[in-house]
């Protein structure tokens, strides 16, 4: 059971109060997009063994979306930061290669 951080109300609860999202930081495709752009929008994401930026919703708390760095295979949180943020803040990409490199 993952412990997740809410940076938005600040409350640490379990995972079954969030619900997840899938890949943070796509860019959605404007209307004049191609048939080919739009389907990669939906149906393309990430899926990797490692490190993963996602989308959060403190669905049984204060309902706001946030983005978490996490390790899909051992499931280590790296860290939560704003839906707003476009990149992860330096603290947490400084964590995540601490704790990555071999």
Avoid at 29 to 41: H, L
Avoid at 68 to 93: F, K, N, S
Wanted: proline share 6%; hydrophobic share 35%.
């Amino acid at each position: 059971m993952l412990l997740i951080h809410c940076p938005c109300c600040g409350v640490e609860a379990e995972e079954t109060e969030f619900a997840a999202g899938g890949e943070a930081h796509i860019h959605r495709p404007g209307p004049d997009c191609s048939d080919a752009e739009w389907a990669t929008y939906l149906f393309d994401r990430k899926n990797p063994r490692g490190v993963h930026l996602e989308r959060w919703r403190h669905a049984f708390g204060c309902g706001k979306w946030f983005h978490m760095a996490r390790h899909t295979y051992t499931l280590e949180v790296y860290g939560v930061y704003q839906a707003d943020e476009l990149t992860p803040p330096q603290a947490i990409l400084d964590r995540i290669a601490e704790r990555t490199s071999a």
